[in-house]
């Protein structure tokens, strides 16, 4: 069995993406949840290696989650999905234990490559928060500045590896 994937979305159509991209990607066991009380009663079962969040749920705002997800799952990857272009928003992210901070719309190959290389570096998920961002250049102030590049690097390979496709 694959890594434990925990899709948050209230989109099921946002959801559904995510999980096909992620299929193709790697061996994952996937959940799903539209809101914060259709995942609690999930996580009492399955314990994630890795959460997509969005932000903004019907029940509960995705930083208050993530919160909680840290807390209960420290070595968890919790990715944060969001609209909201906003430097206070991705500060409140990291503070709440996000490893990475997406902002929609994004490439999805561009984040499976994000996905990838988190899991390939246990030993830097929280010294800093990755950012994959496609006009959010106000966002990079909460970012390690080499991250950044990296996080720059992944987008333009991901575009370059469409392009040729």
């Given at each position: 069995m694959g890594k434990k994937v925990i899709i948050v979305d209230d989109h099921p159509a946002?959801?559904?993406?995510?999980?096909?991209?992620?299929?193709?990607?790697?061996?994952?066991?996937?959940?799903?949840?539209?809101?914060?009380a259709e995942l609690m009663p999930l996580i009492e079962k399955?314990?994630?290696?890795l959460a997509l969040l969005d932000i903004e749920l019907p029940d509960i705002d995705g930083l208050t989650l993530a919160e909680k997800l840290r807390k209960q799952f420290p070595k968890a990857i919790l990715v944060m999905l969001s609209v909201l272009d906003n430097p206070d928003v991705l500060k409140k992210a990291f503070e709440a234990g996000a490893n990475?901070?997406?902002?929609?719309?994004?490439?999805?190959?561009?984040?499976?490559d994000l996905i990838c290389r988190l899991q390939s570096a246990p030993e830097d998920l929280f010294t800093n928060?990755?950012?994959?961002?496609?006009?959010?250049?106000?966002?990079?102030?909460?970012?390690?500045?080499?991250?950044?590049?990296?996080?720059?690097?992944?987008?333009?390979d991901s575009q370059l590896k469409e392009a040729s496709s």
């Open positions: 946002n959801r559904k993406l995510l999980y096909f991209a992620l299929r193709t990607g790697g061996e994952y066991e996937f959940h799903e949840a539209g809101s914060a399955v314990t994630p290696d990475a901070y997406v902002i929609k719309p994004y490439n999805l190959r561009a984040v499976l928060m990755r950012l994959l961002y496609n006009n959010a250049a106000s966002l990079s102030l909460y970012v390690n500045p080499q991250k950044r590049e990296e996080d720059s690097q992944i987008e333009e």
